[in-house]
């Protein structure tokens, strides 16, 4: 890899476009995740590259839900694993989630070859290999979930997911916190949470939250106060006025 220097001004974007093309070479990303992360780094880019307000709300009322959840759910697909394989299994520990690999193109190469990833970085448990279970309303392939897994998880996470997958998992009654940096793709809009932020940033910002929330104590009726002061409608709104004009206001 060519040495990115620290002082270039888009860095952190280029050593994350360098992590998918790994994840590419390794066997764990696809080939269209390679599109997938240019049309996510262009959201991002008009985002200003950072975190804006309403996103670190989300992810505060994401680590919420999380906490309130009774079986919360990760789903991890190639471009997540690529990305933040570490920072999925810190989540799960301080939420006390399940990780699931998840994939919308499925091979069972790839299906291995992220669960031997999530477990260098720490997994004891990856699900999603036995595929006991079948989404409603999707294709075989795209259909296939854990029955102890995401088809009986209550909160689900569901990072840069396939809009028919999002709808599907939403009509089966699912609590979606969805990661996507497309205020206005379905799966963002299909979300209970959406989070409109790059996963690089948000998924530790989730973990952060939770911790702080774990830390302080916070009751069930604190946790659901925070849930239900969160608006989706709102933060999607914002996140579109960000990208249109490129600043916020
Ligand atoms: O590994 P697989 O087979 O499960 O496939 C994964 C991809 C991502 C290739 C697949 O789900 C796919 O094709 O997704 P889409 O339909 O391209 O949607 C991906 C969404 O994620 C888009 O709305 C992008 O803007 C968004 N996105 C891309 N990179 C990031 C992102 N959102 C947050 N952080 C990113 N780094």
Do not use: W
């Not at 888009?10 to 390679?34: C, D, Y």
């Not at 301080?94 to 919308?104: G, Q, S």
Request: aromatic share 2%; no cysteine.
């Amino acid at each position: 890899m060519t040495e990115i220097p620290d002082d270039h001004p888009r860095a952190e974007s280029l050593r994350t476009r360098h992590r998918i093309e790994e994840g590419v070479e390794k066997g764990i990303t696809s080939k269209q995740g390679l599109i997938a992360q240019g049309r996510g780094e262009a959201y991002d880019y008009l985002l200003g590259e950072e975190t804006i307000p309403s996103a670190d709300e989300a992810a505060r009322a994401a680590a919420a839900r999380l906490l309130l959840a009774d079986h919360p759910v990760l789903s991890v697909n190639g471009n997540v694993a690529a990305l933040v394989p570490g920072e999925m299994v810190e989540l799960a520990e301080a939420v006390d989630a399940d990780l699931e690999v998840n994939l919308f193109n499925r091979t069972d190469e790839r299906m291995e070859a992220i669960a031997d990833h999530l477990r260098d970085h720490g997994a004891e448990d990856v699900k999603g290999l036995a595929a006991d279970a079948r989404i409603p309303g999707l294709d075989h392939e795209r259909a296939k979930v854990d029955g102890d897994g995401i088809y009986s998880a209550d909160v689900v996470v569901v990072p840069l997911e396939d809009g028919d997958r999002a709808e599907a998992l939403a009509e089966m009654g699912k609590v979606e916190i969805v990661i996507d940096l497309n205020p206005m793709s379905r799966s963002a809009q299909t979300a209970a949470v959406p989070i409109i932020d790059n996963i690089v940033r948000a998924v530790p910002n989730v973990t952060k939250h939770a911790r702080e929330l774990r830390e302080q104590g916070a009751s069930r009726e604190e946790l659901e106060a925070i849930v239900e002061g969160f608006d989706r409608e709102a933060a999607l709104a914002e996140a579109e006025r960000a990208i249109r004009r490129g600043e916020l206001d």
